[in-house]
T-cell receptor
């Protein structure tokens, strides 16, 4: 199946821990994203990588560090987790320079709960 | 920048029609997307309008007026499975979509 897949789907962890979320796409897209969806359902962009190069970094605390080993993968590492980090994190991808015409394909989301 | 406004919630009866409005302000890029998001799931693409006018796709239609910064999504013959959030989104540049806060539609029997 062609898709954007992210793991894990659910993540429950204690404050102060470090955790990672992984994302992979087999759509042949060049651009990948991390979005955060808070409890009010608002989707806000965090990062974007185009061909392994960081192109968008939207006022995200430096406890969040994305890593793109190749254009098919974009992982998100979070240090020193805080209660306010609890949210659903979506990975997405789009064709090269294609957002304006093609939009995104989203992964299924990772529900992070910090306790 | 872009300000995207859409109603927070709408309720309708099975078989009815619901129209979800979206107003936006954006510079440079034209076009507007609608995504559907069921509870606990990922947003999925519904429609994309780049030209003014109405685009019909089965029970769902989307309208765009670029000069007015206005769009609507029309859901006809509502079914229970249409209960979801509907997100309006506009391209900010080649790489970024900006989303509205979403409209939660509840379909009642």
């Amino acid at each position: 199946d062609t898709a954007v897949s992210q793991t894990p789907k659910y993540l429950v962890t204690q404050m102060g821990n470090d955790k990672s979320i992984k994302c992979e796409q087999n759509l042949g897209h060049d651009t990948m994203y991390w979005y955060k969806q808070d409890s009010k359902k608002f989707l806000k962009i965090m990062f974007s990588y185009n061909n392994k190069e960081l192109i968008i970094n939207e006022t995200v605390p430096n406890r969040f560090s994305p890593k793109s080993p190749d254009k098919a993968h974009l992982n998100l590492h979070i240090n020193s987790l805080e209660l306010g980090d609890s949210a659903v994190y979506f990975c997405a991808s789009s064709p090269p320079r294609g957002v304006a015409n093609y939009g995104y394909t989203f992964g299924s989301g990772t529900r992070l709960t910090v306790v | 920048g872009q300000n995207i406004d859409q109603p927070t919630e709408m309720t309708a009866t099975e078989g009815a029609i619901v129209q979800i409005n979206c107003t936006y302000q954006t510079s440079g890029f034209n076009g507007l997307f609608w995504y559907q998001q069921h509870a606990g799931e990922a947003p999925t693409f519904l429609s994309y309008n780049v030209l003014d006018g109405l685009e019909e796709k089965g029970r769902f239609s989307s309208f765009l007026s670029r000069s007015k910064g206005y769009s609507y999504l029309l859901l006809k013959e509502l079914q229970m499975k249409d209960s979801a959030s509907y997100l309006c989104a506009v391209p900010v540049n080649d790489y970024k979509l900006s989303f509205g806060a979403g409209t939660t539609v509840t379909v009642r029997a």
